[in-house]
C-alpha cells in the first residue's frame, strides 16, 4: 500500500531558482494494483519516486509505504520496498549473483534464504546462463533481469519501478512488462513510471497524470477515456496537461 | 551503529576492489615491486656516481708552479691527482667542470716556505658540486701532509722535538647507541614517508567508493537498502582504512627487506656521501639502521588516527564530486597540504612544542622523529594522539553528515 499526501519537493538550483519538482501530490495504491504514473521529462517522475523510496526528504507533506512513514521511519520503509530506476545501476566488478546476494544480506537475510530466493527469481527470469558473469559485460537486458532480481531478493511489499522498458529492444521490454504484471498478481503494490503510453495503456490498472510537479488527472483508463472524450491514451495526456502549448512550455524550463 | 551491515559492505567493498586493477595496481604492486625498485634504483645509480667520483683522479690546473717545482713534483707524483695542462682560462674550466679544481701557487712561494715567510695558496672550486668538493679535500689533505711535513723537517733540523707545535690530539668517538644513530639519520625520512604512503594508499579507493560509485550508477542502488547512511559511509571508511594501511605495511616491509637485502650496495653509496664532509669511514657497517622496535611501534601507533583522518577527509571530499575526474581535481591538491607540514617535520630546528604538538601531520613527523631516537614524551605523545583523534573522529563526522545530505549525493 502506498498513500501519499500532500507529498512536496522543492529543490534549490543556482541557476533556476526555487523548482518545485513535485507539488502536493496525494494518491494512494493498493496492494494488487499497478499505480501509472505518466509524465513527459522532467514533470517529477524520478522525484516522486525518489520520494517514496526515501531517497530523498520531502518539503512538506508525507507518504506511507508498506505501512511505514517515509519521514518519521525510512529505514522501515526501504526494508519492504523494491526500487528500480535507470539510475540504480549493477556493481560491474561483481557477478549477478554476488550482486543479488550482497543486497539479500544488507536486507538482512541468511545465505540459505538468499540462495533459494535467487535459485527462484532465476527461474522465473531465465537467468542461470549468465548468473556468475560479471555485470559488467552484460547486455542491457540482462542487466535489467539482474536488477529486477536485486529488488525482489527480500520480497518486497511496495516495487517502485521508474521507466524500467528505457533503452530496451522490444522482446526484453516485452518480458519486463510480464514480470511487473505478476508482481501485481501476487498481490504486490506496484508503482510504475513512464512516458510511454501504450504500456500505461496495457498495464495499469490506475493511471496519475504528472505535470509540472503536479498529479493534474487520475483514474483508470475507462474513467479518464470517459473525462475527455477521448480514446487515445496520448490524446487523453494532452488534453489532460492543458493542451500542446502548455507541454511545450513545460519543457522548455 | 549496526556491525553486521558495516561488515556486510565492507567485505563487498573488498571484493570489488580487489577486484579492480587500479586499487590492486595502487594498494599492491607499487608498494611492493615499484618502491623499493625505485629506491634500489636511486640507491644503485648513487652507489656508482659515487663510486666513478673515488676513483677517477682529481683534475687539476697548477697555477704559477714555476718557482715551486718540489710541490709541483710532488704533485704530479700523486697518483690520486691528475695534472691538466691550462689551455683556456682555468675559471672557464672550473665552471665547465672539465676540471674539478685550481690550484695557485703564488710566486716565489718555495723561497718564502725557505725564509719561513707565510703565503697562500688558493684552491679555485665550484661550490657545492661533488666532484669539485671531493678534489678540494684531496688537495687540501695533500697539502696539510705537506706542511707538516715541512714543519717536522725543521723541528728535527733545529733538534726540537715533534710534539712541540702538536701539544695535545683530538679524537672523535661516538657512545651513542646505533639504533639511536638510525633513529637520528631515518627518523626524518621514515614519518614523511608513513604519511605520504598513507594517503596516496587511502585516495584511489575513497575516490572509488564514492564520486566512483556515483559516476557507474550504483550509489542510488545501495541507498536503496534499508541500511542507515552512517553504517555505509562506516564500512567504505573500513575498506580505505585498509587500503591505506596496507599500501603503507606493503611499503614498508618490502623496502624494509630490501634495505637489508642490499644493505651493503646502498651502504657503499651512504659512506661515501659522508666521507666527503666528515671522514666516517665506518659508515657503511652502521648504514643499516637498527630501528629501535619499540620506536616503531609506536610511529605505527600514533599514525593510526593520522590514517582515520586521511581516509574520512578523502571519502567527504571525493563524495562531493560527481565523477571520477572531478574527485581527482579535488583531491590531487591536498597532496600538497600534506606533504607540507610533513617536510616541515623533517627540518633541523623544528620542535616539538605545545603549539607545533597541535598541527596534525607536522606532530606526528615531530613525534617520530623522536620517538625513533628512543626519545619519549609522554604529555607530547599524548597531546598528539588525543588531537589527532579529536581531528580524525571530526571528519569522519563530517563525512556521515555529508552522506546525509541530499545535496551532494543527488548533485545535479
Ligand atoms: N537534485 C536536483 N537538484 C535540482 N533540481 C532537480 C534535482 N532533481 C531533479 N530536479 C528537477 O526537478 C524536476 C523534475 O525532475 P524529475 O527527474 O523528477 O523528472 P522526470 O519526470 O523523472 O523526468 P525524466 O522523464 O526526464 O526522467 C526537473 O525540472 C529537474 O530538473
Ligand atoms: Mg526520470
Redesign the pocket.
Known sequence: MIAALNLTKI?K?RKRGM?A?VDQVSFTCRPGQIYGLL??????????LRLLATLLQPTRGTATVAGHDVVADPVQVRAHVGFLAASTALYGRLTAREMITYFGRLNGMTDAAIRARLQVLAGELDMDEFLDRRCDKFSTGMKQKTSIARTLIHDPAVMIFD?PTLGLDVMTARAIVRFVRQCRDRGKTVIY?T?VMSEVEKLCDVIGIIHA?RLVAEGTLAELQARYGERDMEEIFVKAVGGEAALAAALNT | MNWNHILTVYLKELKDSLRDRRTLISMIVIPTLVMPGLMFGVGYIMTKVMKKAREEPTSLVILGGAEAPGVVAALRAEPKFRIVEAKADYRQLVSDKKIRLAVEIPAGFEAALQAGEPKTVTLYHYEGELKSGMGVAAVERFLRDFRERTVTERLTHRGLPVSLVKPFEVKRQNVAPPEKVGGNIIGGIIPYMIIILCFTGAMYPAIDLTAGEKERGTMETLLCSPLRRVNIVLGKFLMVMTASVATMALSLVSMGLSVVAGGSLLGGGRAAAAASSAGAKDAAAGFIPLLDPLGVLGVFAMILPVAILFAAVLLAVALFAKSYKEAQSYVSPLIIVIIMPAVLGMLPGIELTAKTALVPILNLSLVCKEMLSGVWHWPYIALIFGSTTVYAGVALAACVWMFNRE?VI???
Open positions: 529543490f538550483d523548482i519538482a509524465g513527459a521529462n522532467g514533470a517529477g517522475k524520478t522525484t516522486t521507466e513510471s512516458h510537479g | 545535496d543527488f548533485r545535479a
